[in-house]
């Protein structure tokens, strides 16, 4: 596609409850990273796959935290038992072929509301 | 660690001013360093970006950053603001060490008046 496309755009959930939610990067692009944004905060680094790689997980706050990509294109990151605290901006970001000297294309971004 | 520190979550400027928003990094390795822009409501923009080539980086809107290794800063400028400038600022730093994985600053919100 022509941009990064995630959704949903808003996610309203309940306590307890399991989120998923999806990127499709831009076409061609090997590398798909993962951030979160909270209010008032800078952009928190959660997880990024690079090709066939495995995928650099060290940003995931807890194991309530995975993420997927199928086929090196779709990916969905999946939130288990929500806590308030998830509550949040999720970016996407994508790069050929990697971040290094070409900078990431960003999402719009889920914003997760956990009530 | 490599890290970026900007100074100062808020700045403002009147319409027609000069815009400076700093930026400092901390990188034992020759860093690739970027300014992203994000608008209310809406996901980051890429700016302008150093890699290494030019130290005097120009980018979209009329904005340009410049790299100082010895002072370890991309600060951002702009030499006259506009109203439509008013958005949150992000610089970041990504290692070549590190799969280009960008850390982010803390962000400045510019605002301008009129």
């Known amino acids: 596609g022509a941009g990064v496309s995630q959704s949903p755009s808003n996610k309203v959930t309940e306590k307890g409850k399991d989120v998923e939610l999806r990127c499709d990067p831009i076409s061609g692009h090997t590398a798909l990273y993962w951030y979160r944004q909270s209010l008032g905060q800078g952009l928190e680094f959660l997880i990024y796959f690079q090709g066939n790689s495995a995928p650099d997980k060290s940003g995931l706050p807890s194991d309530r935290f995975s993420a997927e990509r199928t086929g090196g294109s779709v990916s969905t990151l999946t939130i288990q038992r929500t806590q308030q605290e998830d509550s949040a901006v999720y970016l996407c970001?994508?790069?050929?072929?990697?971040?290094?000297?070409?900078?990431?294309?960003f999402g719009s971004g889920t914003r997760l509301t956990v009530v | 660690a490599q890290s970026v520190t900007q100074l100062g979550s808020h700045v403002s400027v009147s319409e027609g001013a000069l815009v400076l928003l700093r930026c400092n990094y901390s990188?034992?390795?020759?860093?690739?360093l970027f300014w992203y822009v994000q608008y209310p409501n809406q996901g980051l923009q890429l700016l302008l970006k150093?890699?290494?080539?030019?130290?005097l980086v120009k980018g979209i809107n009329g904005f340009e950053a410049e790299f100082k290794k010895s002072e370890t800063s991309f600060h951002l400028t702009k030499p006259s603001a506009h109203m439509s400038d008013a958005a949150e600022y992000f610089c970041?730093?990504?290692?070549?060490?590190?799969?280009?994985?960008?850390?982010f600053g803390q962000g400045t919100e510019l605002s301008v008046k009129p």
């Open positions: 970001a994508s790069s050929s072929p990697t971040g290094l000297g070409y900078g990431y294309t």
């Open positions: 970041a730093v990504s290692l070549y060490n590190q799969g280009g994985k960008l850390i």
């Open positions: 150093y890699t290494s080539a030019a130290t």
């Open positions: 990188s034992s390795v020759p860093p690739y």
